[in-house]
């Protein structure tokens, strides 16, 4: 398996970052997870736009242009010759000396990992998937904007902690007004009366890529309106339907919430068509815009 680090494309053992790099020292850096589908980089030019948006708002200064950062990519999927693939695309902070200040880092590594993730098994896209609700809240917006898709992932992690105790594989995460916010890797959809609904990103979530396909794409092509607005957690205990989108996950149908069945208790006949029209819009030409 071949790295793409800094400019070089290099064995996997030998792709290293020193132990001084903020990204390790801090969690100070940002990431994109992508897809590629049958050699095509599914919607590369968002994740590509999000890394730019998140860099900006750490105040990363981009080492590489992000046309050059694009021929990374293309680069360490070719290298690799896989055509289907997950993409980890890794900006650190840099080496730099101990201490906070981010301005003591004068060069950020630059990472392409090509590799394979699968997260969850296969029968929960059939039977639908058991999720809690996390006790740990997310993180709000005035501390670290969760839209940033940076390296401090804690709050996250502590949240799948309590969802792998509980025999999970997700938790549904609230904001600190109690408003749903997203799950800790995935966001989160609901269906009532044959409408979508999810949060907007004033609730406190990563605008994922996979959701805004979903919401721009994949929706109106079913014919499903989408609406963007707060919601609570009776709207999912109450709901026909609710599934969750990510770049790993893709779309997934959630069958009970803290043991709760939701519906009925299985991947919905809405959450179904969707979940079609995307396997069938990536299989063949996925968009990369
Ligand atoms: N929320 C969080 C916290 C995430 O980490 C992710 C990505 N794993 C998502 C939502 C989904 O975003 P995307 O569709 O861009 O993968």
Not at 85 to 90: E, H, N, Q, S, T
Not at 193 to 203: K, N
Not at 236 to 250: H, K, M, Q, S, W
Request: glycine share 8%.
């Amino acid at each position: 398996m071949k790295v793409w680090l800094d400019g070089h494309l290099v064995d996997k053992q030998h792709a290293v970052v020193p132990v001084y790099d903020h990204g390790l020292l801090y969690g100070d850096g940002v990431f994109e997870g992508i897809r590629v589908y049958n050699g095509r980089v599914l919607k590369l030019k968002t994740h590509l736009d999000r890394l730019e948006a998140s860099a900006k708002a750490i105040h990363l200064t981009l080492h590489y242009t992000i046309r050059e950062i694009e021929k990374a990519v293309r680069d360490t999927v070719a290298a690799n010759g896989m055509k289907d693939a997950y993409i980890r695309l890794v900006v650190t902070r840099g080496a730099g000396p101990l201490g906070l200040s981010p301005f003591t880092c004068p060069k950020p590594s630059t990472i392409v990992i090509v590799d394979r993730i699968q997260l969850y098994p296969p029968e929960m896209y059939e039977q639908g998937m058991p999720v809690i609700v996390a006790k740990r809240p997310r993180i709000p917006i005035e501390c670290l904007d969760p839209s940033i898709k940076s390296l401090n992932y804690l709050n996250n992690i502590l949240a799948k902690v309590e969802a792998i105790e509980a025999g999970v594989h997700e938790a549904v995460m609230l904001n600190t007004d109690g408003e749903v916010a997203e799950c800790t890797g995935d966001n989160i959809f609901f269906i009532r009366g044959g409408r979508i609904v999810t949060p907007p990103v004033s609730a406190g979530i990563l605008n994922g890529v996979t959701r805004l396909f979903v919401m721009n794409e994949i929706a109106p092509a079913c014919g499903v309106p989408v609406e963007e607005r707060s919601m609570r957690l009776e709207d999912l205990f109450t709901a026909d339907e609710v599934f969750l989108t990510g770049t790993a996950a893709e779309i997934i149908g959630v069958s009970s919430i803290d043991g709760e069945q939701i519906g009925e208790g299985r991947v919905g006949p809405i959450t179904r068509r969707l979940v079609a029209e995307f396997k069938s819009r990536v299989a063949e030409n996925a968009p990369e815009n």
